[in-house]
């Protein structure tokens, strides 16, 4: 019996230590969450205030924005040429987000008409912007498969992809995965 009761009370007490580290630890990951939680917070105030000094504190998805990629100019929707942001693939939004999504308006470069000059090949990003439209008009089942484009220009519009950040769209990857072994 003495066994019995020296191996509950030895049992109890490392429940007790376990309980007590278990106790440790989640209090340790909350003053972590709370530390995180003030982080997003004075990102997020810094991301306003940026917006404030440097873009459209009124943007809008449904604003038209008007384009001169090179002398082409494009109209589109931003909340189109923005979808990209809350994709489960993307951690983060893509360039192209960024570059239109209203917290830059005051810096880009705009041409004489008042449209975001962008020094671009015109045809090439057409084909990203029609991609774009297709992929918000689409069902979840059904999406686009790559933008396309003239044989040509292929490897402008691969470049384009990676340069706004929308390799990470699997279609996309697959896309530029064919084309680097082509060029092998």
Same mark, same amino acid.
């Given at each position: 019996? #003495?066994?019995?009761?020296?191996?509950?009370?030895? *049992?109890?007490?490392?429940? #007790?230590?376990?309980? =007590? /580290? +278990?106790?440790?630890?989640?209090?340790?990951?909350?003053?972590?969450?709370?530390?995180?939680?003030?982080?997003?917070?004075?990102?997020?105030?810094?991301?306003?205030? +940026?917006?404030?000094?440097?873009?459209?504190?009124?943007?809008? #998805?449904?604003?038209?924005?008007? &384009?001169?990629?090179?002398?082409?100019? &494009?109209? /589109?929707?931003?909340?189109?040429? +923005?979808?990209?942001?809350?994709?489960?693939?993307?951690?983060?939004?893509? =360039?192209?987000?960024? *570059?239109?999504?209203?917290?830059?308006?005051? !810096?880009?470069? =705009? #041409?004489?008409?008042? =449209?975001?000059?962008?020094?671009?090949?015109?045809? +090439?990003?057409?084909? &990203?912007?029609?991609?774009?439209?297709?992929? /918000?008009?689409?069902?979840?089942?059904?999406?686009? &498969?790559?933008?396309?484009?003239?044989?040509?220009? !292929?490897?402008?519009?691969?470049?384009?992809?990676?340069?706004?950040?929308?390799?990470?769209?699997?279609?996309?990857?697959?896309?530029?995965?064919?084309?680097?072994?082509?060029?092998?």
């Amino acid at each position: 019996m #003495d066994q019995l009761e020296s191996a509950k009370k030895k *049992l109890k007490t490392a429940l #007790d230590e376990h309980e =007590r /580290a +278990c106790g440790n630890i989640i209090h340790e990951q909350d003053e972590m969450e709370s530390k995180l939680l003030e982080r997003l917070k004075l990102l997020d105030e810094n991301k306003l205030k +940026c917006t404030a000094e440097n873009g459209n504190m009124n943007a809008s #998805d449904n604003d038209l924005i008007e &384009i001169n990629a090179a002398g082409k100019i &494009i109209a /589109a929707k931003r909340g189109t040429l +923005c979808q990209l942001k809350g994709m489960k693939n993307l951690t983060k939004g893509t =360039r192209f987000e960024a *570059l239109f999504s209203g917290r830059w308006d005051k !810096k880009l470069l =705009r #041409d004489g008409s008042g =449209r975001i000059f962008l020094d671009v090949n015109g045809d +090439c990003f057409q084909a &990203i912007v029609d991609y774009l439209n297709e992929l /918000a008009i689409s069902s979840e089942d059904e999406r686009p &498969i790559t933008p396309t484009i003239e044989d040509d220009y !292929k490897p402008i519009l691969a470049q384009y992809m990676m340069l706004f950040g929308l390799t990470a769209i699997p279609q996309i990857s697959q896309l530029l995965k064919h084309q680097e072994k082509r060029r092998q």
